[in-house]
C-alpha cells in the first residue's frame, strides 16, 4: 500500500500506512486535514457589450432595455460575469427580469444581472430589462445618459465593456 500527500493547517504532509491493510494514524488535532481548493481556471476571453437601444415611448409609458454581450474569444468564459444596466433620469426598471437574478439597485438607477460562466466564443447573453418612462419626461424628446457595462474576471480586453444607449420619448395621439 502507497503513501498520500495530505493537505494539514501546517501545510502538506505524507501519510503512510503502518502495517499493510492498516490505516496511517489520525494526524494530532492541531494539524486536522484542510479542504484543498482547486484555483479557478481563467480564459482568454473578450466580453463586449453590443449597443441597442430600446424601442421608443410615450410618457408614461413602458420600452425594454436590452443589455447584449457578446465573447469575442478566442476563449469560453471560465468565470461568472456581470451586466449592469444604467438608466437615463426618469426611467425606471419595472419587472419581471431576464435573467431571475436580475436586481435593481441604487434607487432603482441601476439593475444588475449575473451569468455563469462557460459562454463560448462568438456566442451571447442578455439580459431583459422592462423600464417605465416617468410621465413627466417630455415628448418628443430623447433621454440619454443610459448605459450597459460588463465585468468579468478573465475578460482581457476592457476597451469595448461599455456602451450608452437612448430612448426615444414620443408623442401619444
Same mark, same amino acid.
Given at each position: 500500500?502507497? $503513501?498520500?500527500? &495530505? ?10 500506512? /503502518? ?6 494514524? @489520525? ?20 466580453? @463586449? &457589450? ?10 408614461? +409609458? /413602458?420600452?425594454?432595455? *436590452? ?5 469575442? +474569444?478566442?476563449? %469560453?468564459?471560465?468565470?461568472?460575469? /456581470?451586466?449592469? &444596466?444604467?438608466? !437615463?433620469? =426618469?426611467?425606471?426598471?419595472? +419587472?419581471?427580469? *431576464? !435573467?431571475?437574478? $436580475? *436586481?435593481?439597485?441604487?434607487? =432603482?438607477?441601476?439593475? %444588475? $444581472?449575473?451569468?455563469?460562466? +462557460?459562454? !463560448? ?17 417630455? @415628448?418628443?424628446?430623447?433621454? /440619454?445618459? =443610459? ?20 430612448? =426615444? ?5
Amino acid at each position: 500500500m502507497g $503513501c498520500a500527500l &495530505v493537505a494539514l493547517a501546517a501545510g502538506p504532509a505524507l501519510a503512510c500506512p /503502518t502495517d499493510e491493510g492498516q490505516q496511517a494514524p @489520525a494526524p494530532a488535532a492541531e494539524q486536522a486535514p484542510v479542504p484543498v481548493a482547486a484555483a479557478p481556471a481563467t480564459s482568454d476571453s473578450d466580453l @463586449a &457589450v453590443i449597443r441597442i437601444d430600446p424601442d421608443a415611448a410615450a410618457p408614461g +409609458g /413602458t420600452t425594454t432595455v *436590452y443589455a447584449f454581450v457578446g465573447n469575442l +474569444g478566442p476563449d %469560453r468564459t471560465a468565470s461568472p460575469f /456581470t451586466l449592469v &444596466v444604467t438608466l !437615463p433620469e =426618469g426611467v425606471t426598471p419595472e +419587472g419581471p427580469f *431576464y !435573467p431571475e437574478n $436580475c *436586481y435593481p439597485f441604487q434607487n =432603482g438607477h441601476r439593475v %444588475r $444581472c449575473s451569468f455563469p460562466a +462557460g459562454l !463560448p466564443r462568438f456566442q451571447s447573453a442578455t439580459a431583459r430589462i422592462p423600464v417605465r418612462l416617468a410621465p413627466t419626461v417630455p @415628448a418628443p424628446s430623447t433621454l /440619454t445618459g =443610459g448605459w450597459v457595462a460588463v465585468r468579468g474576471d478573465d475578460d482581457k480586453n476592457e476597451a469595448d465593456n461599455k456602451q450608452p444607449f437612448e430612448i =426615444g420619448v414620443v408623442r401619444t395621439t
